[in-house]
């Protein structure tokens, strides 16, 4: 299973952690994703979606 946002399709980003030394060791960012129970062409659906668009109203969530 991909980490990225089914609705947007954010994914993780890349980059450094930079030591006060300067020394650079790889790192990734990731997308808080949620598991969510959403309507998707009138059904049911577990989707896997950020915090950013549920907060924006990008889904329609169903109990």
Do not use: D, F
């Amino acid at each position: 299973m991909s980490r990225a946002c089914e609705v947007c399709g954010k994914k993780p980003q890349y980059g450094h952690t930079v030591s006060h030394a300067h020394n650079l060791t790889k790192r990734r960012w990731l997308p808080n994703l949620q598991k969510v129970h959403a309507l998707v062409n009138g059904e049911r659906v577990t989707i896997r979606v950020c915090t950013s668009c549920l907060k924006a109203g990008k889904v329609q969530k169903v109990k």
